[in-house]
């Protein structure tokens, strides 16, 4: 899988390297401690960026391609940061029959970025996801916690207008 280039730049703080510091310190000396570290490490950055992949490889002594191979392989982890407004399109079965294609073209034309892109002010992020189990609201669309369903193209610029 290649890695896709973000249009934010990686703007890690001290303060966000120091913890991660110390949670290498607490886990380097576990076996199979990279998952937990990954973790923290994501919820520290908000995502995995390679910068924070090499510091963790460094830490726990362990190839690089190991760790990528873990971000890239689990879905819970992200390569590109996210936006204040984290959207995104279901398309599993039910909502892709309905159009929700349509409505993730609308978006990336709407927004101005494509899947797992993040606008370049960080305001919003926009992902294609798999079925959110809501399908008898096929085709859905969601921004941070706010479910929007029974949606067709058109309603995509009123509803990115409340998060303007």
Do not use: W
Not at 89 to 118: H, P, Q
Not at 134 to 140: D, E, F, R, S, Y
């Amino acid at each position: 899988m290649a890695k896709r280039k973000t249009e934010v730049p990686y703007t890690g703080t001290k303060e966000q390297e120091d913890r991660l510091k110390s949670v290498i310190e607490k886990h380097k000396d576990i076996e199979g401690s990279l998952m937990p570290v990954l973790q923290e490490a994501q919820e520290i950055y908000g995502y995995l960026p390679i910068e924070v992949q090499t510091m963790i490889a460094e830490g726990l002594s362990v190839p690089l391609s190991e760790v990528y191979g873990v971000v890239t392989f689990y879905g819970q982890f992200s390569l590109n940061p996210k936006g204040k407004y984290q959207v995104s399109v279901c398309l599993g079965t039910a909502c892709y029959v309905k159009g929700s294609g349509d409505i993730l073209d609308r978006l990336k034309e709407t927004i101005g970025i494509d899947a797992g892109g993040i606008t370049k002010d960080g305001k919003f992020s926009l992902d294609a996801t798999r079925c959110v189990g809501a399908c008898g609201l096929a085709p859905v669309m969601i921004v941070n916690d706010d479910v929007y369903g029974r949606i067709v193209p058109n309603d995509v610029p009123k509803i990115l207008a409340k998060y303007a």
